[in-house]
């Protein structure tokens, strides 16, 4: 079994900064791309950035050039940079990752962390 925890959220000022961080742990062989969410109330649950497996990143439009998206594949975290945060960003923020585990591999299985609150105020 594979757990994905977040922690970093919290209250953040309209203009400021926060920085999320989900650790992996558990039966890991190798983690696949790893992502993170947002929800907010009565929204569909969407994806904010990607950090691919081969390096690669993507970003939700919105967050392009304030969000910035890293891992670190020996420690098997992910974290997620917020700057220059926006009311908008105000959600839950879920980090998702595909794993092979000793159990499944080679085949890629999805875990979802719990999601931490970022509330962004003036």
């Known amino acids: 079994q594979v757990q994905l925890v977040e922690s970093g959220g919290g209250l953040g000022k309209v203009g400021g900064s926060l920085r999320l961080s989900c650790q992996a742990s558990g039966s890991i062989v190798s983690i696949g791309d ?52 926006a009311p908008g960003d105000t959600a839950v923020y879920y980090c998702h990752a595909k794993v092979r585990t000793r159990g499944t591999w080679p085949s890629l299985w999805d875990y979802w962390g719990q999601g931490t609150q970022v509330t962004v105020s003036s």
């Open 34 to 85: 790893m992502y993170w969410y947002r929800q907010s109330p009565g929204n569909q649950r969407v994806m904010v950035a990607t950090a691919a497996e081969d390096g690669s990143t993507v970003y939700l439009e919105t967050v392009k050039g304030r969000f910035t998206v890293s891992r670190d594949n020996d420690k098997n975290t992910v974290d997620l940079q917020m700057n220059n945060l």
